[in-house]
């Protein structure tokens, strides 16, 4: 049984409760490094890691100064938990880089009154009915890291004015194929925000550990709707069929391309193929833990999803 959703997706806190208005991966660790490595972060530790792993190389020099300009002016920065699901690895890297779909879906489930429109082939614009609006635009996108930009505003009652935020997110994420040909998705996501006025910055400096975890809440929770499609498409093809049918709210194109993926995923599944498929190549050149953390998903027990029956889990409102 899913619950309600409220107004925002997991990258909500993000943009609206750290000062605007990210869509997107568990089991138990043996070791403390492991552990660790699961956990939410703030620590300059995290920070110069992810910076490190940005794809500087990659980007286009547009893209190079919105993130420098970021960089050089966070307000908050947050590793939000390491997230692992099972989930196929094709349909996980569609929804992450179509999250219009994502947000579609919930419409069409009533779950959610946010709104995602695709402005173009890299851009989309984001409204909610609690004063969030902005733009999220993906700078460079690979089969295992999605680095966006957002720029919104917020002029809802929390901060009693209007509050501009623009940030940094990237997500990395590594994919293995178990045994019995199930693939567990494990994703990272760092955030750099920069949050104007001032005074809307200390505030979210005050109470980021707060909204910190009502963020990584939305993250889990968004990732595990993910792998509730994922185990849908593979169990009840003709009722994701009629799910596709059902998103307006995107385009023709991506509307087809999500119900042909659905079909393959249910075909893929009832011939798995057993073994590895990568180890991270983005996520763990400099993180063992993360490598780590990938090799106990494969031995441990992870929760099975359930498939989409009504609604889906319900990320927290900002607080």
């Known amino acids: 049984m899913l619950r309600h959703l409220g107004s925002r997706p997991w990258f909500a806190p993000c943009l609206a409760a750290l000062a605007l208005a990210a869509t997107t991966l568990t089991s138990t660790a043996r070791s403390q490094v492991a552990g660790d490595a699961k956990k939410a972060s703030t620590s300059p530790a995290s920070r110069r890691e992810a910076i490190q792993a940005i794809p500087v190389d990659r980007l286009s020099p547009e893209a190079w100064a919105k993130v420098k300009w970021v960089l050089d002016h966070t307000s908050v920065y947050r590793r939000l938990p390491l997230r692992v699901v099972i989930c196929d690895a094709e349909l996980y890297r569609f929804l992450v880089q179509h999250p219009d779909v994502v947000v579609n879906i919930w419409q069409a489930l009533g779950v959610s009154h946010l709104a995602m429109r695709q402005m173009d082939s890299d851009t989309y614009q984001v409204d909610d009915d609690a004063g969030t609006s902005g ?62 006025p001032e005074s809307a910055e200390f505030l979210s400096k ?9 963020a990584d809440y939305n993250f889990v929770q968004a990732a595990d709707f993910v792998g509730s499609l994922s185990r ?36 893929r599944s009832a011939h798995p193929r057993p073994g590895q498929v990568s180890y991270f190549s983005e996520i763990a050149e400099s993180d063992e833990a993360t490598l780590h953390e990938a090799r106990v998903a494969r031995r441990q027990t992870v929760a099975e999803p359930s498939p989409v029956t009504g609604t889906s889990p319900s990320p927290r409102r900002d607080p």
């Open 135 to 196: 733009t999220l635009q993906f700078l460079y996108r690979s089969p295992d890291l999605q680095l966006i930009y957002v720029d919104g505003r917020y002029t809802g009652r929390m901060f009693g004015h209007h509050v501009r935020g623009r940030g940094v997110m990237m997500l990395r994420s590594g994919f293995v194929r178990d045994e019995a040909g199930r693939i567990f998705v494990t994703s990272r996501l760092d955030a750099f925000m920069n949050i104007e």
């Open 232 to 267: 849908t498409a593979e169990v009840n093809p003709p009722g994701m069929q009629r799910l596709a049918g059902r998103l307006e709210k995107v385009s023709p194109e991506v509307r087809r391309q999500f119900a042909q993926l659905a079909e393959q995923v249910a075909q």
């Open 206 to 214: 005050t109470f980021q550990p707060l909204v910190g975890k009502v």
